[in-house]
């Protein structure tokens, strides 16, 4: 497999229930690189995303995960290296720091307020914000918190799952950016799931076109926006889905 290669898709199927939610998925996202995945409701977008992290098992093929075969991790570990961000930017009760240094908490370890600052600049976030009680930020700064948090485990895949569709046009702009920023800064793989297809026209290296649990096309955002293919044209046509 090509090194640049972060995850790999090889005939993977997922079903449940004799309905089979998922149907021969081929592909590779690129690392240190930020795929797209579009496609209407129900096309399976975020199936495919929780196969990635383990939340979910692929009942047939193989994803490979830094040239590793997925089964080969310990599923705790793997969530560490593959981080997932969701819409809700989910916060423990307490303080920023507090819900920073989470993810060390749970390893028995600590964050110092001189690390939890440096994230929270990471983040463009103020450091007066430390000591701040989580439930009073806005919806953009949570979603910066939550994106902070992610970082905190060093991961090298960030699953982004809707995480600007409750936003305002400002806060979406500005988590926009950050993810520009963290992909630079840090190198990491990004795999987002948005119904903004000029979002991910605009944010993406390469864009997946999902429709009734198949992938449709895989490509750079230049070749999705050519695309011929009906399915593709009816998905980027629909601008916002
Ligand atoms: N546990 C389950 N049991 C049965 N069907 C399921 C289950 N989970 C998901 N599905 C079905 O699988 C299909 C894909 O769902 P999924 O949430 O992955 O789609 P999606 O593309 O992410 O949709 P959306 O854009 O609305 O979030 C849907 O038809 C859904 O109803």
């Known amino acids: 497999m090509e090194s640049d290669v972060a995850v790999q898709f090889k005939n993977v199927e997922y079903e449940i229930n004799n309905s089979k939610i998922l149907k021969e998925i081929n592909g590779v996202f690129i690392q240190g690189k930020l795929t797209s995945i579009i496609g209407p409701s129900g096309a399976g977008k975020s199936t495919l995303l929780t196969l990635i992290n383990l939340l979910k ?7 490979l995960v830094g040239g590793k075969t997925i089964d080969s991790y310990d599923p705790m570990e793997l969530r560490r290296k593959v981080q997932l961000v969701s819409q809700e930017a989910t916060m423990i009760k307490g303080t920023v720091k507090d819900n920073l240094e989470l993810p060390l908490i749970l390893q028995n370890k600590n964050m110092t307020d001189e690390e939890a600052e440096h994230y929270l600049e990471d983040v ?5 914000f430390l000591n701040k009680n989580s439930k009073e930020l806005s919806g953009g700064e949570k979603q910066k918190l939550s994106l902070a948090r992610a970082l905190v485990n060093k991961p090298s895949i ?3 799952d809707e995480v600007t569709s409750a936003l305002d046009r400002n806060s979406k702009q500005a988590i926009e950016l950050l993810l520009q920023k963290i992909k630079r800064e840090h190198n990491v793989t990004m795999i987002w799931i948005t119904h903004d297809i000029n979002q991910a026209l605009r944010m993406s290296d390469y864009v997946w076109v999902m429709k009734n649990g198949e992938v449709v096309e895989t490509n750079t955002v230049e070749e999705i926006e050519n ?4 399915d593709v044209k009816s998905v980027i046509g629909e601008k916002s889905i």
Do not use: F
């Open 158 to 160: 960030i699953l982004l």
């Open 227 to 230: 695309s011929k293919n009906t």
């Open 124 to 128: 463009d976030l103020s450091t007066s």
């Open 57 to 63: 098992s692929a009942t047939k093929g193989e994803i």
